[in-house]
C-alpha cells in the first residue's frame, strides 16, 4: 500500500488496518482539514507490517495551538496501536496538534524517525509529546530527531522498552510517568538533549497506587545546556506538574 500527497477531510482518520506481513510506503505529504476532535488523525495496526517512506504526516497543529487547553478538541496524530512484530521507520511526523505518536502494541521497532514541532516553539504548543508509550512490551526507538514542546519519549506502562541513538532538541528529555501502570526494564542509552527542560525524569504520581518502576537504567546520555535538571526523580507529580508532599504509593 502506497500513500501520499493528500488532505484528509474533517473529523476523518486516515486508518490502515493492515494485512499480516504487508507494507506501508508514506510519499509526499499527508495533511488534514481542521476539526475539533480527540482524533487520531491517523491510525495503523496490524502484524508483521512494515511502514516507510521519505513521507511526511502534517497534523496542522497551527490551527489548534492557540488553544491552551488538553480539552478534547485537539487531535493526536498518529496511534500505532495493536501493531505487533513490525516496524516503522524513516517518515517525518510535523506540527501535531498535540500527543505526536501513541504506542500500544508489542515486539515494535522504531528506526529513524523524526517527529518535528519547531514551528510549535513561536506558538506556544503545549502537551506535544512525541512518543507516548503505554501497555506496550519490547519496544525499540532507535535514531531519528525530536524537536517538541513537552517530553521526547514518555513510558507510562510497559516492560522491556529500549530508547537508543535519539537526538531531542529542546523537548521535556525522556520521561517515565506512571500513576498505576507498571514500569519494567526500560533503558535510554546514546541519547542526546540540547536545550530542553531535563534530561532524563522519572515521575510518579503523589495519589498513584498499585503503580511501580523498576529495571530503569540511564547509560552514556549526553545533555547540553539543560534548564532545569539533567536527572529528575519526581514522586509528587500531578495535574502536570510537580508540588506538594511526595506520594508514596508508586513503588520505586
Known sequence: VAVGDMTVPASTTLAFNMATGATLTIFGTIKFAYAKSKGPQVLISGQNVKVGGNGVIDGGGQQYWANKKDDGTKPDCLWLHDLHNSEVRDITIKNTPIQAVSIL????????????????????????????????????????????????????????????????????????SVSRGTVENVTVHDCTVNGGMYGVRLKTSKFGGAGSVKGVLWQNNRFHDIKVAAVAILQNYYDGRASGTPGNGVTI
Open 105 to 176: 502494541a508489542r515486539y515494535l521497532n522504531i528506526i529513524n524517525v523524526k517527529v518535528d514541532n519547531s514551528a510549535g516553539e513561536q506558538f506556544g504548543a503545549q502537551n506535544t509529546d512525541a512518543f507516548d508509550i503505554g501497555r506496550s512490551e519490547h519496544i525499540n526507538i532507535i535514531g531519528g530527531k525530536i524537536t517538541t514542546q513537552d517530553d521526547a519519549v514518555v513510558v507510562n506502562d510497559g516492560k522491556h522498552i529500549s530508547i537508543t541513538g535519539v537526538v531531542a532538541q529542546g523537548t521535556h528529555g525522556f520521561s517515565i
